[in-house]
């Protein structure tokens, strides 16, 4: 086979081939150190209650969580478009008024969606806004206070 006519393809997949190497010995080695931490707490499990099968415990699958704000940041646009439509809005009309805010365009709808949904009735929670109607016909307005 001709070696330099592929030489750059050569070069390309041998690059990738040493990244996925590195990849794998840093995941091998997360690995170890996990199973370690979780014979440490087995053990401890069992000191303190020696009839428990920890076998028998659930594995409690990792929630990945992307920061798209800063602490508080997604209550403070929400509230903000809600002074200046100076009207309660619909929860899709204050979706997209974060959206122009963030700067994000409208793929980010999907995901950012449900975090203003929840925004939303933290805020009601905490009454900083108040919730109108049911369904999709819900509106949100800033709180009288």
Do not use: C
Not at 24 to 34: G, S, T
């Amino acid at each position: 086979m001709n070696e330099n006519g592929n030489k750059y393809a050569l070069a390309a997949l041998k690059e990738q081939r040493g990244k996925l190497a590195g990849e794998l010995a840093a995941l091998k080695k997360r690995f170890a150190w996990i199973e370690t931490q979780l014979i440490h707490v087995d053990a401890t499990i069992h000191l303190l209650s020696p009839e428990t099968n920890t076998d028998q415990i659930p594995a409690i699958r990792p929630q990945k969580r992307i920061k798209l704000f800063r602490q508080g940041e997604l209550g403070r646009m929400i509230t903000d478009a809600l002074r200046r439509a100076g009207k309660p809005l619909q929860t899709q009309d204050v979706v997209t008024a974060v959206l122009t805010e963030g700067g994000h365009d409208e793929s980010a709808r999907a995901v950012l969606a449900p975090r203003v949904r929840g925004n939303l009735h933290y805020l009601e929670k905490a009454e900083r806004i108040v919730k109108t109607g049911r369904g999709r016909t819900v509106t949100w307005a800033l709180s009288l206070e």
